[in-house]
Nanobody
Framework: QVQLVESGGGLVQPGGSLRLSCAVSGFTLDDYAIGWFRQAPGEEREGVSCINASDGGTFYADSVKGRFTISRDNAKNTVYLLMNSLKPEDTAVYSC?????????????????????WGQGTQVTVSS
């Protein structure tokens, strides 16, 4: 049974940091690319970051490049998203996803419907 379970969300002040975790079961990180999407109220879902299964290549949305870092621990079957220099506009529900690949051609992170499995999401709130 495939499961993705996120943790690590919470309330943080602007400029602060959080590390999200995505623990996967039912497959290994060699099998699927793992991405992070976020959705704020009234906003469209946005692909934030992704890490490829085959070579561990990483990809980021322009809005988070230089501030967020995605990584994985194959032994723990867990993917992390370290978020630094957080801004109020980073406030959203963050969900991890699993799919065949992160991107294609000039698209670095495929749309959300391209991914096969989703976690339940974790709330991140950036506010003073």
């Amino acid at each position: 049974q495939v499961q993705l379970v996120e943790s690590g969300g919470g309330l943080v002040q602007p400029g602060g940091s959080l590390r999200l975790s995505c623990a996967v079961s039912g497959f290994t990180l060699d099998d699927y690319a793992i991405g992070w999407f976020r959705q704020a109220p009234g906003e469209e879902r946005e692909g934030v970051s992704c890490i490829n299964a085959s070579d561990g290549g990483t990809f980021y949305a322009d809005s988070v490049k230089g501030r967020f870092t995605i990584s994985r621990d194959n032994a723990k079957n867990t993917v992390y998203l370290l978020m630094n220099s957080l801004k109020p506009e980073d406030t959203a529900v963050y969900s991890c996803v699993a799919g065949f690949r992160c991107g294609s051609g000039t698209i670095v992170i495929l749309p959300s419907y391209s991914y096969d499995y989703w976690g339940q999401g974790t709330q991140v709130t950036v506010s003073s």
